[in-house]
């Protein structure tokens, strides 16, 4: 029997050899997982790694913390001051009482003379951040809503470190980075310190030293437990502070009192006392900015794009404005003085030589509830150099509203026209229509150049021209400009967009909000002169073309053209060349006068609110004439000349085309090359009348009673018009025709009179008698042609009842005249007419 140790060994052998198999297939998948694993967590470093570098890009420095509220030296307790151009004229400071001396500093130690009261801190920390004294500067609570910050050391970073850049996941990410940094390297009670020091408690009061004066009259470490609880709950919301809200002031108080003795902080007696208190709270000591309020309030809204309104009022800035401080002083004088009249008032009682400047306001008209505000910018560089907010009753507010544009914004239908083939030459008819549209004046006024209708303001011709347009094509062409047809329009934009046809088609100023317009700010620098934002050089947009630009710059500034609703010598004329264009309301509520000349722009605007009250273009262009005269006073009485691709043309009023003997008034006209008209004028036409009987003349009509006249030819859909304006139209009627009598040695036998004719027609007649020289045959369309063609040449043989002439009437039809023209030797000529019909 064989052994059976070979057979156990070689089981053996295939069961190890499995059991090293399965344990090698085992170690690949775990080393296999592994890789994987590390493969995962290394992308994961590397994704988290980029994503941490890209939410720390640029991250700010935590230095800018003790260099902004260092108690020395810091940027932040200089209040922030607003300047004119020159960086002189001071006007305004972002103080409680508009002084613009620095803030004061004072210190948690007790050691020092003056220091922070404890139940202030106390009172501000369970308001704002309850956990302070715990978490490490920064609450995961709130990541969701950008908005949010939740910590006292979080809101210092927003504020004053992240107060540029937008709402974010991102920026709630680097806040919270920050905020522990700047926990771990100055410690809690530095940074109370610093929030103490710069918090807002309203009023442009930042600082408790600066809210304790400016609302109790005492300094900080005086304040008493009910006083410091009104100011932790102030610092909250600035907004419902004693001066502005004091019985919310008060409550709100109460209640930080409240919370303080839950927590232990204050004691059961200090409770009491404080409840029982009614702090006495010190009168406004606010003043508005002491020179161009309006125009101060446009730079806060025009910053507020790059810099909050709340980072600029915190301090450690100056900004220099575009404002030029002694023009600003005179058109604000002006305005009042304009607006005081407008009123019937007395005038203000102040130094301004340019009021002289004012012409008279239209007599015995004035109105009570009435407004008035005005602009002056230099469109060559987009700078706003004066802005009168609305002055009511010759006073000045702070105010620059929107107002209706009215028809200040009908030039951009014009110019849509113009980008389409049409010039300030193209015929428009001022009639009625069937939609119910009236001028501003009531009446009608006929033909027209554009030209006219674009000075005169008349809004027949300007709503039929919008609807050939396309409204859709207009509010193209006016958005291109920043203007939007549907809304209310700014003087800063309308300034702007007026300004483009001065500068040659060119738009100059600055994206802010994603619209392109004016600026009021050339710079803005920190306190240490560090330059935070700089708009001295402006941007530049084309908007149109020179030649489109000058076409209408032409129109606006033609003085002439402006005569027919306006009168010689209005106040639109300055002794200069000046575009200006009209605007007001159906219901005269508002009415502008925005006007350029090469080197500035006027806009300003009147408001009347009275029942009853209704204000024209007349009343706003007083003010326009006083403040261009004292702009352009040093400035020489430039024009603009044209560039290529305008041309210049004598045509027929008001038709626009060439010239004929018949036009009564020629005119010089501008085109775009390629616009220039080609055909005659066809809107003036002489005809031939009987002055006795006042119908047509006709070939029969004896020649000593036809007057040769000239009439205007009015379409159908204007007959009413004519009619009604007492216009001369042709006479549509001709003379009563009556047979000749029959002339022996010049006459026409055939064709008989008002005989039926075609193809070949042989005229058959006399020519002959005594002394004849010669005869000729001609032929005219109508009953009294004004164009004859003559039948072969002059014929020098008698005729004697034979043939005169062979007329080939293929291809003609309707009514001619045939004349027969025999001259004599001594140029005596007797003539026989007929009229046929050909067929």
């Known amino acids: 029997m064989p052994s059976t140790l070979p057979i156990l060994r070689a089981r053996r052998e295939r069961r190890l050899e499995k059991q090293n198999k399965r344990s090698a297939q085992e170690r690949g998948f775990v080393i296999s997982v592994g890789i994987v694993i590390s493969l995962l967590l290394a992308g994961v470093i590397v994704i988290g790694a980029f994503a941490y570098a890209d939410v720390t890009r640029e991250l700010p420095s935590i230095e800018i913390l003790p260099r902004l509220l260092n108690p020395s030296d810091g940027l932040l307790f200089q209040p922030t001051r607003i300047y004119d151009r020159t960086g002189l004229q001071l006007l305004a400071s972002f103080a409680p009482d508009d002084a613009p001396r620095a803030r004061s500093y004072i210190f948690i130690d007790e050691q020092k003379p003056r220091h922070i009261p404890e139940n202030l801190i106390n009172a501000v920390i369970v308001v704002a951040d309850p956990q302070f004294r715990d978490h490490s500067g920064y609450a995961i609570q709130g990541f969701d809503d950008p908005e949010l910050h939740p910590t006292i050391v979080q809101k210092l970073v927003s504020s004053l470190m992240l107060y540029n850049e937008p709402p974010s996941w991102q920026r709630a990410i680097r806040e919270r980075l920050l905020a522990a940094q700047i926990t771990s390297q100055f410690g809690r009670t530095q940074i109370i310190e610093w929030y103490l020091n710069s918090a807002n408690f309203g009023n442009h009061a930042y600082g408790v030293e600066a809210a304790a004066q400016f609302y109790f009259n005492k300094s900080a470490d005086q304040l008493t437990l009910a006083e410091s609880a009104i100011l932790a709950a102030v610092s909250e919301t600035p907004a419902l502070n004693p001066l502005d809200a004091s019985q919310v002031a008060f409550q709100r108080g109460r209640e930080v009192i409240y919370i303080l003795n839950g927590l232990g902080l204050v004691s059961n007696e200090a409770t009491v006392q404080a409840l029982a208190e009614t702090p006495t709270i010190q009168p406004s000591l606010l003043t508005p900015p002491r020179v161009a309020p309006a125009f101060v309030n446009t730079v806060l809204a025009q910053l507020g794009s790059q810099i909050p309104r709340e980072r600029i009022e915190r301090g450690g800035m100056t900004i220099i404005t575009t404002l030029d401080y002694d023009l600003q002083k005179q058109a604000a004088c002006v305005t009042e003085v304009y607006a005081a009249r407008m009123a019937g008032l007395p005038e203000p009682e102040k130094e301004c030589d340019s009021a002289r400047l004012l012409p008279s306001l239209p007599p015995a008209v004035t109105f009570a509830d009435s407004s008035a505000s005005a602009l002056i910018l230099d469109p060559h560089t987009g700078q706003v150099l004066a802005m009168v907010g609305e002055t009511n009753q010759g006073v000045e507010t702070p105010l620059v509203s929107a107002h209706r544009p009215g028809s200040s914004l009908d030039a951009f239908v014009y110019l849509t026209g113009f980008t389409r083939g049409l010039s300030p030459g193209s015929l428009t008819w001022d009639i009625p229509t069937g939609e119910i549209i009236q001028n501003f004046d009531g009446e009608y006024h006929g033909p027209m150049r554009l030209r006219i209708a674009l000075a005169n303001d008349y809004q027949v011709p300007v709503e039929t021209l919008k609807t050939q347009m396309g409204i859709e094509n207009v509010t193209k062409i006016a958005s291109?400009?920043?203007?939007?047809?549907?809304?209310?329009?700014?003087?800063?934009?309308?300034?702007?967009?007026?300004?483009?046809?001065?500068?040659?088609?060119?738009?100059?100023?600055?994206?802010?909000n994603d619209e392109f317009m004016p600026v009021t700010t050339l710079r803005v620098e920190s306190v240490d002169q560090a330059v935070m934002l700089d708009w001295s050089l402006p941007q530049a947009q084309t908007v149109v073309t020179p030649a489109m630009a000058y076409l209408m710059a032409n129109v606006l500034s033609d003085e002439t053209a402006r005569w027919e609703s306006l009168g010689r010598s209005n106040a639109l004329e300055i002794?200069?060349?000046?575009?200006?264009?009209?605007?007001?309301?159906?219901?005269?509520?508002?009415?502008?006068?925005?006007?350029?000349?090469?080197?500035?722009?006027?806009?300003?605007?009147?408001?009347?609110?009275?029942?009853?009250?209704?204000?024209?273009?007349?009343?706003?262009?007083?003010?326009?004439?006083?403040?261009?005269?004292?702009?352009?006073?040093?400035?020489?009485?430039?024009?603009?000349?044209?560039?290529?691709?305008?041309?210049?043309m004598t045509v027929c009023d008001?038709?626009?085309?060439?010239?004929?003997?018949?036009?009564?008034?020629?005119?010089?006209?501008?085109?775009?090359?390629?616009?220039?008209?080609?055909?005659a004028d066809n809107l003036y036409r002489e005809f031939s009348v009987n002055r006795e009987t006042g119908l047509l003349a006709t070939v029969f009509t004896a020649p000593e009673l036809i007057d040769t006249r000239v009439y205007l030819l009015v379409p159908e859909n204007a007959q009413d018009w004519a009619l009604s304006a007492g216009l001369d139209v042709p006479p549509s009627s001709y003379d009563a025709i009556q047979s000749p009598p029959v002339n022996a040695v010049a006459n026409i036998t055939s064709p008989q009179l008002f005989a039926d004719v075609n193809g070949?027609?042989?005229?058959?007649?006399?020519?002959?008698?005594?002394?004849?020289?010669?005869?000729?045959?001609?032929v005219g369309k109508g009953l009294n042609p004004q164009e004859w063609i003559q039948l072969g040449g002059d014929v020098i043989t008698p005729v004697e009842r034979g043939l005169l002439a062979e007329w080939n009437t293929k291809g003609l039809s309707g009514l001619y005249a045939v004349q027969l023209l025999v001259v004599r030797q001594d140029q005596v000529v007797d003539t026989a007419v007929i009229q046929v019909t050909i067929k």
């Not at 939007?484 to 802010?512: C, E, H, I, P």
């Not at 509520?589 to 408001?607: K, L, Q, R």
């Not at 003997?661 to 616009?675: A, D, H, K, M, Q």
């Open 480 to 512: 291109s400009f920043g203007l939007d047809l549907n809304a209310s329009v700014s003087m800063l934009k309308l300034a702007g967009a007026y300004g483009v046809f001065g500068t040659q088609g060119v738009y100059f100023g600055r994206a802010l």
């Open 654 to 679: 008001p038709s626009g085309m060439l010239p004929t003997r018949e036009c009564p008034n020629l005119v010089t006209e501008v085109f775009l090359n390629g616009s220039e008209p080609t055909q």
């Open 575 to 648: 002794g200069r060349p000046a575009g200006v264009k009209l605007g007001q309301t159906t219901d005269g509520g508002d009415a502008w006068v925005v006007g350029f000349t090469p080197a500035y722009v006027v806009v300003t605007w009147t408001g009347a609110r009275g029942e009853g009250d209704s204000v024209t273009p007349r009343f706003p262009a007083v003010l326009w004439h006083a403040l261009m005269q004292t702009i352009s006073a040093d400035t020489p009485a430039d024009g603009w000349s044209a560039p290529p691709g305008v041309t210049a």
């Open 760 to 778: 070949i027609v042989q005229v058959i007649g006399t020519a002959s008698g005594v002394d004849f020289a010669y005869y000729r045959v001609q």
